[in-house]
């Protein structure tokens, strides 16, 4: 074989593997019918606790609670490259595959359509953590240095009622946990009931981005005159489902995935200290799942976002979802807080809390200023399971 014909093929061969762009695509598939499960035993795909929720607040499990077809799994990944995530609410599934196999996917008889995500390879994104050293602080003799969010969360009288969050079951989406399981000072991690990582099922949620241990701080932390979480007697569910190094549409669909997790859990309350930003011609996932959440009796608690005059971040725009704003130590609504445009005026959130010079607990043990209404999220959180 001449030299010449060998670098022909090659050619040929490369300009083919170019052809071939890598794509995420969200596959929406047409119905159950061969999943395999039945809405008359739960048991089988649901904890007894989601069970007992849904049988309390009067709410049937329906098909959407049905976990997606096996076998209709199977026949898009003998297409596709892999799976990056499903849902049983939505009956959708995530995947890799090239520009060839979304054509055949979409000749599946049980494929209603097939939305194109991203490219397989993303640019990575800059995430900066603010946290700040805290410097010299007031201590209170119970709250220590989170007397201001106790304050800002109204859960003061409750707390003095002896309600601190018992039997209250929190999920927590966040970007990772880092340090939480080193950090028995802070933490009773007897507490944290379940974890899981949705980015990679492989992965340790504690070897992650320490943002949602700076969440979880403001709820669960528990050391007398040092800091008092808002609610450290209620349980826990930690679960990441953000990737911080990307930013595409289907961090949305890790979302909805989380949600659902913490669903099948019968968890009471779930944190979002989460905000997604739209995409042209994409449907908003997390908010349609966060829509069904509520209709399932959870209270999902939601930050607003940092985009002053820009929007709602999703899934804060849910409807039935309790969307937090931030203010700082004088009740002030803060400049970045997210607004709504509602009868030709910009409107602030109805619920807010401490969302400026915010005490935080980070990953390395310490105690940190931070913003954001991420921080804000987690105190009404807190406050919802006092109360409940």
Not at 219 to 241: F, H, Q
Not at 358 to 363: D, L, N, S
Request: charged share 20%; net charge negative; aromatic share 8%.
């Amino acid at each position: 074989m001449s030299k010449f014909f060998i670098a022909l093929m090659l050619l040929m061969w490369s300009n083919f593997l170019l052809a071939q762009e890598g794509y995420v695509v969200r596959v929406w598939l047409s119905d159950k019918s061969e999943c395999g499960y039945s809405t008359d035993n739960p048991q089988e795909f649901l904890s007894e606790r989601c069970i007992d929720r849904h049988r309390r607040e009067h709410i049937k499990i329906c098909k959407e609670d049905l976990p997606i077809s096996q076998h209709y799994k199977d026949a898009i990944l003998n297409i596709a490259q892999r799976v990056v995530t499903y849902s049983n609410w939505l009956n959708t599934l995530v995947v890799e595959c090239d520009s060839n196999n979304i054509v055949q996917i979409e000749q599946l008889p049980f494929v209603s359509n097939v939305e194109v995500l991203s490219k397989t390879k993303v640019d990575s994104v800059e995430f900066k953590s603010n946290f700040y050293n805290a410097g010299n602080t007031n201590l209170h003799s119970i709250y220590g240095v989170s007397l201001p969010i106790a304050k800002s969360a109204n859960v003061i009288t409750s707390h003095k009622q002896g309600k601190w969050g018992d039997g209250v079951f929190i999920a927590v989406l966040d970007a990772g946990f880092g340090g939480v399981d080193t950090l028995n000072c802070w933490f009773d991690k007897d507490r944290i009931k379940f974890t899981c990582d949705v980015v990679n099922p492989q992965g340790n949620i504690y070897r992650e981005n320490d943002h949602g241990t700076a969440v979880l701080s403001i709820m669960l932390a528990n050391r007398e005159g040092e800091y008092m979480g808002v609610a450290p007697k209620s349980d826990y569910a930690l679960i990441r489902t953000e990737d911080i190094n990307i930013e595409t549409p289907h961090e949305e669909d890790m979302f909805v995935r989380g949600l659902e997790i913490a669903d099948s859990l019968g968890v009471d309350i779930v944190n979002v200290s989460l905000g997604y930003s739209d995409y042209e011609n994409i449907t908003s996932v997390s908010t349609l799942a966060t829509e069904i959440a509520t209709r399932k009796g959870i209270i999902v608690v939601t930050s607003c976002g940092n985009r002053d005059k820009e929007g709602f971040t999703h899934p804060a725009d849910a409807k039935g979802v309790i969307a937090v704003g931030g203010v700082d130590s004088r009740g002030r609504v803060t400049e970045f807080t997210s607004k709504e445009f509602v009868r030709k005026r910009y409107r602030a959130p109805k619920v807010c809390a401490l969302a400026s010079d915010v005490p935080v607990i980070t990953g390395n043990g310490k105690i940190m200023i931070t913003y954001g209404t991420s921080f804000a999220a987690p105190a009404i959180s807190g406050a919802a399971a006092v109360n409940k």
